[in-house]
T-cell receptor
Framework: AQSVTQPDIHITVSEGASLELRCNYSYGATPYLFWYVQSPGQGLQLLLKYFSGDTLVQGIKGFEAEFKRSQSSFNLRKPSVHWSDAAEYFC??????????FGTGTRLLVSP | EAGVAQSPRYKIIEKRQSVAFWCNPI?????LYWYQQILGQGPKLLIQ????????DSQLPKDRFSAERLKGVDSTLKIQPAKLEDSAVYLC???????????FGSGTRLTVV
């Protein structure tokens, strides 16, 4: 069965520093890949998605993600973190059966 | 466009009571999902509707949970009777083309005491 692993439960980054959140998936073929962000008390907001083509995808709020087939990874990056980026981030895959499978999430804390 | 609407935002009930959640998806979105998100975990799919038909309810605890989507638009999720472990956020999402991602509502936070 397909699965998504986010190895980091919490990450703390200083404001202005760069960020990378890790995501690994398990699936035989190339899935559709997503990153969502969830602020406290809110639903999930789509940051970006990958289907095919260019392996570096740009999203909202200055985020980008790179798909690496050889590593089964889809890591999320941002060059300079803002305090408002503090939230929980979820990686998800859609394997074509029309349902999203989520990772357990990474909570981002931003220090001044 | 209007987003996915859910109500209520919060609900506190005692165990063994019943509760219902409501979801109004984005207009024209044929696919509707209910997810359960327990604190500290990622969302888990409970049920998926395509129009008013069930596509996947394999992870729905059918002895206590039920869901319906009348007329292929609004949906309700019911729990009867509730258990302590049902405390979670219940998220509704809808999609025009599921492979391109979903739009989520703000969720209903259920606390069972």
């Amino acid at each position: 069965a397909q699965s998504v692993t986010q190895p980091d439960i919490h990450i703390t980054v200083s404001e202005g520093a760069s960020l990378e959140l890790r995501c690994n998936y398990s699936y035989g073929a190339t899935p559709y890949l997503f990153w969502y962000v969830q602020s406290p008390g809110q639903g999930l907001q789509l940051l970006l998605k990958y289907f095919s083509g260019d392996t570096l995808v740009q999203g909202i709020k200055g985020f980008e993600a790179e798909f690496k087939r050889s590593q089964s990874s889809f890591n999320l990056r941002k060059p300079s973190v803002h305090w408002s980026d503090a939230a929980e981030y979820f990686c998800a895959v859609n394997t074509g059966f029309q349902k999203l499978v989520f990772g357990t999430g990474t909570r981002l804390l931003v220090s001044p | 466009e209007a987003g996915v609407a859910q109500s209520p935002r919060y609900k506190i009930i005692e165990k063994r009571q019943s509760v219902a959640f409501w979801c109004n998806p984005i207009s024209g979105h044929a696919t509707l999902y209910w997810y359960q998100q327990i604190l500290g975990q990622g969302p888990k799919l409970l049920i998926q509707f395509q129009n008013n038909g069930v596509v996947d309810d394999s992870q729905l605890p059918k002895d206590r949970f039920s869901a319906e989507r009348l007329k292929g638009v609004d949906s309700t999720l019911k729990i009867q009777p509730a258990k302590l472990e049902d405390s979670a956020v219940y998220l509704c999402a809808s999609s025009l083309e599921p492979v391109y991602g979903y739009t989520f509502g703000s969720g209903t936070r259920l606390t069972v005491v």
